[in-house]
């Protein structure tokens, strides 16, 4: 099984080593994934979202008014006390997903970290940070899909007609991080529209976005 709390350590390290160099242009920077946000709203919600489910604060979770809340909590804060809050939990999400087999915190981390590099047009983040959850998710949205799908050294799908889609693309489509244009380009006329967006977990989006040179 995936060590989660070392892939969520992994990443809040990376997340924390990133913003000491962003400036306030950057911060104020709103994503393409998340358009009502900036990237320091971002910043908020990994600080509020871990510190809720600690607390058993999650009333309305996972929704739009839960993370509205803890994000506007922390509108005022600078983005190194935002990073001071994810690191001072840290330990204590790493423990609470271990075993785990849908770590949603870690997921959430991950996901948002790539969302960030993206809409900073940074490039990919390093593959070993989100490479384990494409692995462990993949299978379960695609085993029903009419088709072989590959994806690097992975292979999923009930068997049909091929479909090749890079990793990091099937990551972030899996996620909802791409369109539905954007996911029909690889060619994959067995992949479609519902299916498409049958395997978005957020459900599917129509407005492009920025994919890594």
């Keep these: 099984m995936t060590d989660w709390a070392e892939l969520y350590?992994?990443?809040?390290?990376?997340?924390?080593?990133?913003?000491?160099?962003?400036?306030?242009?950057?911060?104020?920077t709103h994503l393409p994934a998340t358009p009502a946000w900036?990237?320091?709203?971002?910043?908020?919600?990994?600080?509020?979202?871990?510190?809720?489910?600690?607390?058993?604060?999650?009333?309305a979770a996972p929704g739009p008014e839960w993370t509205a809340r803890h994000v506007g909590e922390r509108a005022g804060l600078p983005v190194e006390v935002l990073v001071d809050e994810i690191r001072a939990n840290e330990d204590a999400v790493a423990a609470s997903v271990v075993?785990?087999?849908?770590?949603?915190?870690?997921?959430?981390?991950?996901?948002?970290?790539a969302d960030v590099h993206e809409a900073l047009d940074l490039g990919r983040p390093p593959e070993r940070l989100w490479r384990p959850v494409l692995d462990a998710l993949?299978?379960?949205?695609?085993?029903?899909?009419?088709?072989?799908?590959?994806?690097?050294?992975?292979?999923?799908?009930?068997?049909?007609?091929?479909?090749?889609?890079?990793?990091?693309?099937?990551?972030?489509?899996?996620?909802?991080?791409?369109?539905?244009?954007?996911?029909?380009?690889?060619?994959?006329?067995?992949?479609?529209d519902e299916l498409l967006a049958g395997i978005c977990v957020f459900g599917p989006r129509d407005d492009d976005q920025p994919v890594p040179d």
Excluded: C, I, K
Aim: no cysteine; net charge negative.
């Design 38 to 59: 900036t990237v320091h709203d971002v910043y908020a919600h990994l600080a509020g979202g871990p510190a809720d489910a600690l607390a058993g604060r999650m009333e």
């Design 9 to 28: 350590r992994d990443n809040v390290a990376a997340l924390a080593a990133l913003a000491q160099g962003l400036t306030e242009d950057q911060l104020g």
């Design 138 to 192: 993949a299978p379960r949205l695609l085993s029903g899909a009419p088709a072989e799908v590959s994806s690097g050294d992975l292979t999923v799908g009930a068997g049909g007609p091929p479909v090749t889609v890079a990793p990091y693309e099937l990551f972030r489509s899996l996620f909802s991080r791409r369109s539905r244009a954007q996911m029909r380009a690889w060619g994959a006329p067995a992949l479609d």
């Design 99 to 113: 075993d785990n087999p849908s770590p949603a915190l870690v997921w959430d981390l991950t996901v948002h970290h």
